[in-house]
Every structure is written in C-alpha cells, then in structure tokens.
Antibody
Framework: EVQLLESGGGLVQPGGSLRLSCAAS????????MTWVRQAPGKGLEWVSA????????YYADSVKGRFTISRDKSKNTLYLQMNSLRAEDTAVYYC?????????????WGQGTLVTVSS | DIQMTQSPSSLSASVGDRVTITCRAS??????LAWYQQKPGKVPKLLIY???TLQSGVPSRFSGSGSGTDFTLTISSLQPEDVATYYC?????????FGRGTKVEIK
C-alpha cells in the first residue's frame, strides 16, 4: 500500500524558514517523480514543485522560485521541501504527491498534508 | 505559462442528472490532462488521466474527453457521494497548473 506521510509544518514568522519532509513507503521511491502541491485555507490547489526520479531535474512555480528547494533522499525514501523567506501568502496545507511516472505525469497518490502557517 | 480555465466555478444539480465540467488550456497540451476530486475535508483523489483514462477503482459514471486545448469531465448520473470540488491539471510542462476548481452540489 502506498503511503506518504508529511511532517515539519507549523507556525513560522514572516521571513523565516521551514523544512517539510515526506516519508514514502509501499512503492519503489527512486522510480517515480515526486511533487509538492499546496492549498491555502478555503482556496484551490496550487502546484508548487516537482523533482525527477534521480533528483537531477527540479521544477518550481514562479511564486516560490528562488525561495523553495525540493530534494529527495533515496536512502531514506524521503522527499523534502526547504522553504526560506516565508511570506503570509505561503500559508497553506502542503501535500506531498507521487507522480504516476516521470515528472510529466499526473499525481496518483497524495499524503494527508501538513499545515504551514506564516504569521507574526 | 499555460493557464487552465475551468467552468463553471460551481453548479447545483439533482441526483441522477448528467453533469459536465469544462477545462480550457491557454495552449495545446495534447492529452496531458488529469481530473481530481476533492471531497470536503479530504485529500484530492485522481479520477482521470491522459484526458480520458479512468483511474483504477473510479466509478464508470465518470468520463473524460478532449485533446489539445478543450477538455470535459462528465458525470453521467450524479450521486450524493459525488459532492466535491473537481480540478483539472495540465501535467505537460511547468508549471503543472491546476484549474480553479468546480464545486458540485446536490440540488
């Protein structure tokens, strides 16, 4: 059974940093691209970032480019999202999702999400 | 960047009605289009990928069509458990944008 478990969310001040983790199990982690999607309270889904199977290619939404860094550790079957220079508009539930294949594929499994609140 | 425009933003229909949601891409995306269902308070769930391929376990009353720039999600006979917000997504090129969503309610 595919499982994705996010952690690392919480309350952070504007300008602060946070690192999200997503522990994956139930599939061969290194064979699939992975993605972060966020959802602000009461709003729609926003694609944030994706990473290729090897980690050699990364992709970002314009809204987070230069502030967020996606990475993966195949030895730990874990996906990360390092978030720096956080802003109030980054407040959202952050979902980790498994791509069906490469980074140009849809998202077939989603984690339960972790809430990030940026506020003073 | 490719923009995804969904319509309507919300709809209300009766049980058993046929429901259609449309999604338009600002540029051609071939069939790199997925539909997701998000029930209130729940995690999004993949319904359809490659514009028209039903994900395993999804009821056959859901169907998708289209290619290029214009796509459609159809629920052939709306059921109470279909109350949700539906999102389309282009996964062809970055940013892999989602549409703004269509909220489906029972009349």
């Amino acid at each position: 059974e595919v499982q994705l478990l996010e952690s690392g969310g919480g309350l952070v001040q504007p300008g602060g940093s946070l690192r999200l983790s997503c522990a994956a199990s139930g599939f061969t982690f290194s064979s699939y691209a992975m993605t972060w999607v966020r959802q602000a309270p009461g709003k729609g889904l926003e694609w944030v970032s994706a990473i290729s199977t090897s980690g050699g290619a990364t992709y970002y939404a314009d809204s987070v480019k230069g502030r967020f860094t996606i990475s993966r550790d195949k030895s730990k079957n874990t996906l990360y999202l390092q978030m720096n220079s956080l802003r109030a508009e980054d407040t959202a539930v952050y979902y980790c999702a498994k791509n069906m294949g490469t980074s140009t594929s849809c998202l077939d499994y989603w984690g339960q999400g972790t809430l990030v609140t940026v506020s003073s | 960047d490719i923009q995804m425009t969904q319509s309507p933003s919300s709809l209300s229909a009766s049980v058993g009605d046929r429901v259609t949601i449309t999604c338009r891409a600002s540029q051609g995306i071939s069939d790199y289009l997925a539909w997701y269902q998000q029930k209130p308070g729940k995690v999004p769930k993949l319904l359809i990928y490659a514009a028209s391929t039903l994900q395993s376990g999804v009821p056959s009353r859901f169907s998708g069509s289209g290619s290029g720039t214009d796509f459609t999600l159809t629920i052939s006979s709306l059921q109470p458990e279909d109350v949700a917000t539906y999102y389309c997504q282009n996964y062809n090129s970055a940013p892999r944008a989602f549409g703004r969503g269509t909220k489906v309610e029972i009349k």
